[in-house]
């Protein structure tokens, strides 16, 4: 009575499988996977998070301060890269 076809046949190769298809339950797998999918719920979730009325005071409120963020986090990020290393990927 053999083992059904599929199933490992050591205790290695079932390490080896399960540690493999652990790596494709990660979010930026399932994403590479279904990428239309993908882009689909964000455009939704961004259609609904941003037609709330909280959401567009926040916004409001906060833009100054998210935008200085952004500007003193890229400032930081193009200080952080010595020179000529701009343009290498």
């Known amino acids: 009575m053999g083992r059904p076809e599929g199933h490992p046949q050591s205790l290695e190769e079932a390490k080896a499988r399960f540690l493999e298809e652990m790596g494709k339950l990660t979010p930026s797998a399932w994403i590479r996977e279904h990428p239309e999918m993908a882009i689909g719920g964000a455009i939704i979730a961004g259609v609904l998070i941003g037609s709330s009325e909280e959401t567009m005071e ?3 409120r906060n833009g100054p301060r998210g935008i200085r963020l952004a500007h003193a986090f890229l400032a930081g990020i ?3 890269i010595p020179q000529g290393e701009e343009t290498k990927a």
């Open 58 to 60: 926040a916004v409001a």
């Open 78 to 80: 193009r200080e952080g």
